[in-house]
DNA sequence: CGACTTTGACCCGCGC
DNA sequence: GCGCGGGTCAAAGTCG
């Protein structure tokens, strides 16, 4: 979900990301109780619409949503308002007996002018006690004063930058959180049309089926999608199919015996990419179940089958510098295995997500051979359990976009239109290019992250188009930028949730009966459409893939913010390039 | 003692 | 059929 600001998120999910709290460029004392700082228990669009739950401070992305009327909430204001009354006093009385270093003025809110005007009788104590050049020290004060406020006003500028910054960073996963449930809706919309009643007997299942947390499942459910409804915490539709233990007892019982049709060759392949330790998450069965339940058109039913297949094989690659073995990407790995690469010194260690046992995803690690400081991951397969909250936010955002991008993997045609999808959402707001290849093996996902000034420095193929991404962190080794491929990774799961794209437009629709991941085509390519029509969409996804991964990194880079609210990162010297690599010509 | 890493062996697909 | 390379397994070792 998305990280901090203690926004419900997921109540008024489109309304209420606002702000809850006003930004208020000063910071008298009195403002602390004013009514424009209590936070609105609802995202009430009366309110300005600049309020700002300012507790999304850099250092409290992940705090729980202060409670109302903390006065703690802005850490900037903590020291003018646990103390305000004792520094006041203090400070005023430091004032009238000494020349106080400007230091001590930080915590003097200087909104109430305490040092620089005086009452007919502080004017006559001060007359009376201190030396005749006070008008000058009063001068001097007065101008540290000011200086400090001025300090002060610009801390608090930048934090409310930064506030500003998540906000957008909430409002773009939340539309993107929208987009979901409008493309789950009408997912629903059609299968109903489709399947008419011959889902009554899996109703059943679903209605008393167990109740999984399937918040961040949406985007992160492995190959047993076929199996488990995906959803953006939609709650009935979420629990539906996916909780279903009948379901999948029924997609095992049934996958067996369907599997029978399939051809041994994709079979085979499968059971040993994916069927070792976690048959139950990811057999092919359970795919050949998701299919129909009585085999006819054998030859489509493959062509659906080999896409699936090939989504799974599809892959996240990350190429970014760091220092460490491994690159921190909020998920728990477990290496299983290192192997010397031809061509490449270093070794290549494999890793398999230890997160939820059974889990498909793993990943491989390995030092470029030109560069040995740019560290090249490559995830392969989807989460089967709910993400880190950090990474959702991301994963909702961008995988979308993703998708578009991914959508083609199966047709050249589609390639080029979802690259063109993408390149129009990254466009507005940059300058950058996307990739997409038809020589890779399979679906293949590139995010470079390295710093490298030319995009063009490391190998690409020929018939690549490049994205370039604006204000991607250069720094990859310990950002939350790191998530991307989590984020990719729960798109290949979209991908293979939308494989219906890839399917014959003539396919019988039955096809779908049972598969409720599988969109029909014409309503995919009418979602497509309409979000390549929408421009506010495309911009709130560059916005949204820019400012998440850049408010990410505010952890541990310092982050700028431009006038406009678009966040830039420090280390912005090189291009965030994604890569797609689909494979038109692969083995089907 | 459990979790994790290391590392040699094994399996499989692919090209010749 | 054979060799190569990629990927995985699993026993042994290591670590906290």
Aim: aromatic share 4%; net charge negative; glycine share 6%.
């Amino acid at each position: 979900m998305v990280r901090g600001c203690g926004l419900s998120m997921d109540s008024d999910p489109i309304g209420s990301f606002f702000l809850h709290k006003p930004i208020v460029l000063n910071s008298f004392p009195e403002d602390t109780n004013h009514p424009k700082w209590k936070l609105s228990p609802h995202n009430n669009m009366d309110t300005i619409p600049f309020q700002v739950n300012l507790s999304c401070s850099p250092n409290n992305h992940h705090s729980p949503p202060p409670p109302l009327h903390n006065t703690t909430e802005m850490d900037f204001f903590s020291d003018n308002t646990n103390n305000i009354n004792d520094n006041v006093s203090a400070s005023a009385s430091n004032h009238h007996h000494s020349t106080t270093p400007p230091t001590l003025e930080f915590k003097l809110n200087t909104g109430l002018n305490l040092l620089t005007t005086n009452t007919s009788s502080d004017q006559s104590m001060v007359d009376d006690e201190i030396s005749p050049n006070s008008e000058d020290r009063r001068a001097e004060n007065k101008l540290a004063v000011l200086q400090s406020e001025l300090e002060r006003m610009k801390r608090e500028n930048q934090k409310l930058r930064d506030a500003l910054h998540q906000v957008n960073v909430n409002y773009d996963a939340l539309q993107m959180h929208f987009m979901n449930l409008m493309q789950q809706k009408g997912e629903e919309v059609e299968e109903q049309e489709v399947i008419g009643g011959k889902s009554e007997e899996k109703k059943q299942g679903e209605s008393g089926g167990v109740l999984v947390p399937r918040q961040f499942m949406d985007l992160g459910l492995a190959t047993n999608a076929d199996t488990e409804e995906p959803s953006c915490s939609t709650g009935g539709r979420s629990q539906d199919r996916s909780g279903s233990p009948n379901a999948e007892v029924a997609s095992k019982e049934l996958g067996t015996s369907m599997n029978e049709n399939v051809n041994d060759e994709g079979r085979d392949k499968e059971k040993k990419e994916y069927g070792r330790g976690v048959e139950s998450e990811d057999s092919p069965s359970a795919h050949a179940f998701a299919g129909d339940k009585v085999p006819r058109f054998s030859p489509q039913k493959n062509n659906v089958e080999q896409a699936e297949a090939t989504m799974r094989k599809a892959r996240v690659s990350v190429r970014a510098r760091s220092e460490a073995p491994m690159i921190t990407d909020g998920c728990q790995w477990r290496k299983y295995g290192q192997k010397m690469a031809k061509g490449n010194p270093c070794p290549r260690a494999y890793y398999r997500c230890t997160m939820a046992a059974g889990c498909p995803v793993r990943k491989q690690v390995q030092r470029c051979a030109e560069d040995r400081t740019v560290l090249n991951t490559t995830y392969e397969g989807n989460h089967n359990h709910p993400l880190p909250p950090a990474a959702m936010a991301m994963a909702q955002t961008t995988s979308s976009a993703a998708r578009m991008l991914l959508s083609g993997s199966m047709s050249s045609a589609d390639s080029i239109m979802n690259a063109n999808l993408l390149t129009r959402a990254l466009l507005p707001c940059s300058s950058s290019i996307a990739t997409i290849s038809a020589s890779a093996p399979f679906p293949t996902v590139t995010l470079d992250l390295t710093q490298s000034p030319n995009p063009l420095q490391f190998p690409r193929h020929p018939n690549q188009l490049q994205i370039p991404l604006q204000g991607i962190p250069q720094n990859f080794s310990n950002s939350p930028a790191s998530l991307m491929p989590q984020i990719f990774g729960q798109a290949l799961y979209n991908q293979s949730k939308f494989s219906g794209l890839q399917m014959p437009h003539d396919a019988d629709p039955s096809q779908f009966g049972n598969h409720p991941q599988q969109v029909p085509p014409h309503l995919t390519d009418t979602v497509s459409a309409a979000i390549a029509a929408d421009p506010n969409f495309t911009a709130a996804l560059a916005a949204a893939i820019t400012s998440i991964i850049g408010g990410a990194q505010q952890h541990n880079n310092s982050n700028n913010t431009d006038n406009n609210g678009n966040m830039t990162v420090s280390n912005s010297t090189g291009n965030g390039n994604i890569t797609t690599s689909n494979n038109t010509n692969g083995k089907q």
